[in-house]
């Protein structure tokens, strides 16, 4: 068993996906990037700050911690503030690519972490067509402002990389760290 330091459901749906037994915990992390800090280095930072957080409270078990951010030309892009926010992510990325980085860390005796970066390519979008995504409420509580397994999937043309890393967990990382502290899945 592990501790998940998330309350995202998308986390906890990769988690069951491959059988995972773990327990959320709810941390609190300041998500504000640091000056000149890169993107990969803050988003590193943050899950293991999530995991770090979560092994404080509790000990006995791995603490498993993620982060995920968006990346348009050098610019770090986390969760909307509020509608007009989101609307200004969204303009952002029409007719552009980006990348998703998602950094999963596992904290026990000693700390592991993995990075996932991955490229978003979305088709240009109509004004309607934002207002009306940003209606759904989808957008809030989505780094960038979107949610590639729901309604914003319409708006991806297509992707390189990993589809569970820019849900918000990367299977294939997350995995690979299980594995080297004896959690097979």
């Known amino acids: 068993m592990i501790y998940l330091a998330s309350l995202s459901p ?3 749906e990769l988690l069951e996906q491959i059988h995972v037994k773990y327990q959320q915990v709810a941390v609190n992390v300041d998500e504000t990037p640091q000056a000149q800090e890169e993107p990969q280095d803050y988003v590193i930072r943050l899950a293991l700050a999530k995991a770090r957080a979560g092994q404080k409270m509790f000990t006995t078990y791995p603490v498993l911690g993620a982060d995920t951010t968006i990346v ?4 770090i892009f986390g969760k909307p503030n509020d509608k007009d926010d989101a609307k200004q992510m969204l303009k952002q990325f029409s007719g552009r690519s980006h990348q998703v980085m998602t950094a999963v860390a596992l904290v026990t005796t000693i700390e592991r972490v993995r ?3 991955s490229k978003v390519y979305f088709r240009q979008l109509t004004e309607s067509e934002i207002e009306a995504y ?4 989808e957008p809030f509580d989505k780094a960038g402002s979107y949610a590639i397994q729901g309604h914003g999937s319409i708006f991806i043309k297509r992707i390189e990389g990993s589809y ?3 849900m918000g967990l990367p299977l294939y990382e997350t995995a690979m760290l299980l594995a080297e502290i004896g959690i097979s899945i």
């Open 72 to 75: 348009c030309h050098g610019q």
């Open 10 to 12: 998308r986390r906890c």
């Open 115 to 117: 990075l996932s970066i």
């Open 134 to 137: 940003i209606a759904t409420g």
């Open 164 to 166: 569970s890393g820019i």
